[in-house]
């Protein structure tokens, strides 16, 4: 038997099920759902019964149809409106789900409403279509049951709808809630960029800054202008999204230079984030508040737009815009001169002032002495040089004097060669420069150190006055040194101090005795015969000098000498010349600095410190000084390291540029800038005879406010001792029918030292005073070339009057100077700007021929006026 289900039954009626059941139970049927089942007669039994309905119904239809009354049309819309509806309700479901996802805020109320309204409709409808007919009535039935069945899902919807949005209402009050911190987090990070732009300080975001930033970036979506407040909840639709998110990132784009608009998207927003940061960077430079002008603009030379923007405060811009106001024309990087930095200074209201760097690697000045360090003033040893003819006995008396009054006394003491030492004579001290010979001294004189206060002159009484005795005096006298003499080896029996005395009178070394101030004193180094007047002499001579120092202050002093020792590192011998210097003192030495880690005394013994004219030999030093360095102690050794750096660095500077030493050429160079009043000349000839013509006729050329200055002269060979005294005097050696020696030669060269050699007394001169006279400033004179007479004139509009001219006398040049010259008065005075021979341009027209001429700037040139032709020329100084 087959057995038919309920809802099938129903599908195929195409009835509601609950219907069908409603049916079947009225016709008797165990029917109990749409899942019972019913037999098959059952099924035909409700199927015929339904079909008579439907019968009916159809029947009534087409009557209707036959007479078209109001209420059939009314019935047919009634039926399209409920097939409508059905489509309709379909759709609704859609609708509202749809609805409620995307338009929140077509309310439930509404909805209910409407809803409402429909079902009334129908139902007035329905009404209205019962009252005029039946069968009608019955289909009512039906989509009554219909209208219930889509009531009860719309209510299900409805209640799903409002428990969704009940549910969801919590949720977007917590977004309400973080939205409004959100925009508070914004607000704040706002006022904070806002803040942070005044206060000009920070240009950086903090962390906080940033992390609420990416906060803001992230809580732009729930800034959306997005009225409908449910969207959130809906699927999300992309293209909408995308096109919310460019809009907003044109729009944070577009607000980008004022202040930051969090972005829709994350990416958007990071991005933004770094331009805001460049925004607020920008913005903090633009609006940099103006800090108040300094008192004093403290400048130095050469200081540009930029240097003085910062010490005033202001933006090079403004310093340069005010240049300009000025009616200076300048940019942010060019060296302003003095005027201008003092002129800005006054159109800014504040005084100028010029600060000169130090020059920190000078180390003369410290050489000076203050008026504190004057006030200390104490008596200090003198320091003395022994020179001499060889073998004339210097270094039998410096051993005599070390012997007598160094070891003397000091039993085990061992006399350490250290280049100078000091003797005590009752209780006073000498200090001796430990190498004889006036090349040393020379040297150290050419290296400009001075150190030595006084010259022990040992001339041996049995030889008298030789060549190196004179050359002894010369350099003694080029240094201003004053002259003890020691006529020495009286002991031995052809002794004679006295023609010793007659000798040296002729030059300027005269005895007291004989009316003169030079001291004489014989003595016998070998035997030690009047040594120690010989040291109270220096004393005495000493005491004249008075010769002091101030102990008191930081050492300064001079390098006696210096090695490299192989266990001890560079040593060397100082001089202190001022102060007194300490163990430990950091200190700069010629181009090396340094600290000094021992010091040892001329007997070998470890000292602390050293007092002025006090020899001492020390470590510690970065490097080998030379001889006749300067040093100079310091505060600390950071300055010593910085200005024996910088010295280091301008020796090498220096090396690179040859020594300037006056020679022929450069003499006239010399004498112009001041630097030479005397030009000193050494003459080394090969008989006196010659020597002394030459010195007289050198010294009697006159050149206005300059002389020749013969410092030495002498016969023989040029020799090195020549040449360090020319290198030490800034001399120009001249030798007659001599030849320098190769060392000689060689030193010459390296120190640049001009060596003039001559066979004819006359050429010499004339080189010396042509070379002083020569390089003297050129004289010009005018001198008349040519007379030319105007003959015919020529006026062309564009150049000017052409004087066709014929030359009387002479001649004239291109380049001349012309004198206009009417009724014997110059009317004007000044240059060819043209000279024409025909249509030729020429560089001269001699006598006899014409020319066309044109003078530069002027036109009133008239027949018969006379021109004259001059140049200018050089003559050579009187
Ligand atoms: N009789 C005597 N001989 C002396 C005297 N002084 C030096 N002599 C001798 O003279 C010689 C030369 O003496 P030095 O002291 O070497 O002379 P110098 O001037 O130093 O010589 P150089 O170093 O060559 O320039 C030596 O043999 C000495 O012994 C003296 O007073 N009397």
């Known amino acids: 038997m087959v057995k038919i289900r309920i809802y099938e039954l129903a599908k195929e009626l195409n009835i509601p099920s609950k219907e069908l059941v409603d049916k079947a139970k009225s016709l008797g049927m165990d029917v109990k759902s749409h899942m019972s089942v019913v037999t098959e007669t059952e099924s035909n039994k409700i199927k015929q019964n339904f079909v008579k309905k439907a019968n009916d119904s159809k029947s009534v239809s087409n009557k ?159 800034r959306q202008p997005v009225n409908n407040s449910h969207k959130e909840f809906t699927k999300p639709d992309l293209k909408k999204e995308n096109q919310a998110g460019e809009f907003w990132k044109k729009s944070s784009n577009k607000k980008k230079n004022t202040q930051s608009e969090p972005t829709f998207n994350k990416r958007a927003g990071h991005k933004n984030h770094k331009q805001k940061i460049k925004t607020k960077t920008k913005v903090a430079v633009t609006v940099r508040k103006e800090r108040p002008l300094p008192d004093i603009l403290q400048y130095t030379e050469g200081m540009n737009a930029q240097d003085l923007g910062k010490i005033l405060h202001r933006e090079p811009t403004e310093i340069v815009k005010k240049l300009f106001m000025l009616g200076v024309m300048t940019n942010q990087n060019q060296s302003l001169d003095d005027d201008t930095i003092e002129i ?17 690697g000078d180390l003369d000045k410290y050489f000076e002495l203050s008026d504190d360090d004057k006030k200390n003033l104490k008596k200090r040893p003198p320091v003395v040089t022994i020179m001499g003819h060889v073998d004339h006995g210097k ?39 430990d190498t004889p010979g006036h090349e040393a001294f020379t040297e150290m004189r050419a290296r400009g150190a001075d150190v030595t206060d006084l010259i022990v002159l040992v001339v041996a009484a049995d030889d008298g006055v030789m060549p190196q005795t004179i050359e002894a005096i010369n350099h003694a006298k080029a240094a201003k040194v004053p002259v003890i003499v020691a006529v020495n080896k009286i002991d031995k029996p052809g002794a004679n101090p006295n023609h010793v005395m007659e000798q040296l009178s002729e030059y300027e070394l005269i005895p007291e005795d004989w009316g003169g101030n030079t001291i ?59 102060g007194t210097l300490h163990v430990g003192d950091p200190l700069v030495v010629g181009n090396t600095f340094g600290r000094v880690r021992s010091m040892t005394n001329d007997r070998g013994r470890r000292v602390k410190s050293a007092t002025p004219s006090t020899p001492v030999e020390i470590t510690g030093l970065n490097t080998v000084p030379d001889s006749a360095d300067k040093f100079v102690v310091f505060d600390d050794e950071k300055t010593s390291r910085q200005v024996g750096e910088e010295r280091a660095k301008r020796a090498e500077l220096n090396d690179r ?163 206009l010259i009417r009724n014997g008065v110059v009317i004007y005075e000044g240059k060819l700007s043209s000279l024409k021979h025909y249509k030729d341009d020429v560089k001269e027209v001699k006598a006899g021929n014409e020319c066309g001429l044109m003078i530069e700037n002027y036109n009133d040139i008239k027949v018969e006026d006379q021109i004259e032709a001059f140049i200018m020329e050089e003559v050579s100084a009187e």
Not at 344 to 353: C, K, N, S
Not at 398 to 427: C, F, P, S
Not at 535 to 550: G, K, P, S, V, W
């Open 657 to 819: 540029q040859k020594a300037h030493h006056v020679t022929i050429d450069n003499l006239f160079d010399s004498m112009s800038e001041g630097e030479l009043k005397e030009v000193a000349v050494i003459i080394k000839a090969d008989v006196q005879g010659t020597v002394e013509a030459l010195r007289q006729s050198l010294e009697k050329i006159e050149v206005k406010g300059v002389r020749v200055n013969v410092i030495h002269s002498a016969v023989g060979a040029i020799n090195e001792s020549d040449v360090s005294l020319a290198a030490a005097g800034n001399a120009i050696i001249i030798g007659f029918n001599v030849r320098p020696t190769s060392q000689a030669q060689q030193e010459a060269d390296s120190e640049s030292v001009d060596i003039r050699l001559h066979n004819v007394i006359y050429n010499a001169i004339e080189e010396i005073e042509s070379a002083m006279k020569g390089m003297l400033e050129p004289v010009y004179q005018e001198k008349v070339t040519g007379n030319l007479t105007v003959r015919e004139i020529f006026k062309v509009s564009k150049l000017g009057t052409i004087a066709g001219s014929f030359v009387d006398q002479g001649f004239i040049q291109k380049d001349s100077g012309v004198r």
């Open 520 to 578: 004489f004193v014989n003595i016998s180094a070998k035997t030690g015969q009047n040594v120690d007047e010989v040291l109270e002499m220096i004393n005495l001579q000493a005491d004249i000098l008075e010769l002091q120092a101030d102990p008191n202050r930081k050492a300064v002093g001079t390098v006696i000498e210096a090695k490299l020792d192989k266990g001890r590192g560079p040593v060397a011998t100082l001089l202190v010349q001022q």
């Open 344 to 360: 800005l200074a006054t159109d800014y209201g504040v005084d100028a002032q010029k600060i000169v760097p130090e020059d920190i």
């Open 64 to 222: 209707k149809a036959v007479n078209k009354t109001p209420n059939d049309e009314l019935n047919k819309n009634h039926q399209a409106q409920n097939k409508n509806k059905g489509s309709q309700d379909s759709k609704a479901k859609i609708k509202i789900s749809v609805k409620s996802i995307r338009k929140p805020n077509t309310s439930p109320q509404n909805n209910k409403k409407n809803r409402d309204n429909n079902l009334k409709k129908n139902f007035k409808n329905n009404h209205t279509s019962d009252n005029k007919n039946n069968s009608f009535n019955k289909t009512h039935k039906t989509f009554d049951a219909k209208a219930q069945a889509d009531s009860i899902k719309r209510r299900q919807n409805k209640e799903l709808y409002e428990k969704t949005f009940e549910n969801s209402s919590n949720p977007q009050k917590e977004l309400d809630k973080k939205r409004a911190v959100k925009q508070k987090n914004i607000h704040e990070a706002a006022k904070k960029i806002v803040d942070n732009t005044n206060n000009k300080t920070k240009i950086k975001l903090s962390n906080t800054d940033r992390s609420n930033d990416r906060e803001n970036v992230n809580s732009s979506k729930y």
């Open 395 to 433: 270094t039998t008396l410096l051993d005599r004097l070390r012997h007598t009054h160094v070891t003397e006394g000091e039993a085990g003491g061992i006399t350490q060669h250290i280049g100078a030492y000091q003797v005590d004579i009752n209780g006073r001290l000498i200090t001796f420069l």
